[in-house]
């Protein structure tokens, strides 16, 4: 079965960074969309950042460009997030997630078929 598993989530004051890390199984990971969402208590799951199947096209948040980064590497089933100048704002669980489509970049956490178990990352002022 598809699992994903998140790493890399911590604890960092505001200005820091941290790379998160999502590996998967079970899947031909290279044939797929890949997304970064986060949750906070009492707000929707809210879109992150998402690359295609190759990596060649990436979209964001309006609220992380210039800040994240994210990349892949097909070879290893890893997907990254890479977090500079952390906000406050920015403290939530990361989730990675799988959309079964290789170019669509799509931001409704709806159209995601797998997800991770999440990391918690906060962000102190």
């Known amino acids: 079965q598809v699992q994903l598993a998140e790493s890399g989530g911590g604890l960092v004051q505001a200005g820091g960074s941290l790379r998160l890390s999502c590996t998967a199984s079970?899947?031909?990971?290279?044939?797929?969309?890949m997304g970064w969402f986060r949750q906070t208590p009492g707000k929707e799951r809210e879109f992150v950042a998402a690359i295609t199947s190759s990596g060649i096209l990436t979209k964001y948040q309006e609220s992380v460009k210039g800040r994240f980064t994210v990349s892949r590497d097909n070879a290893k089933n890893t997907v990254f997030l890479q977090m500079n100048s952390l906000k406050p704002e920015d403290t939530a669980v990361y989730y990675c997630?799988?959309?079964?489509?290789?170019?669509?970049?799509?931001?409704?956490?709806?159209?995601?078929?797998?997800w991770g178990q999440g990391t918690q990352v906060t962000v102190s002022s």
């Open positions: 997630a799988v959309n079964e489509n290789r170019y669509v970049l799509r931001t409704d956490p709806t159209s995601y078929a797998y």
């Open positions: 079970g899947l031909t990971f290279g044939y797929y969309v």
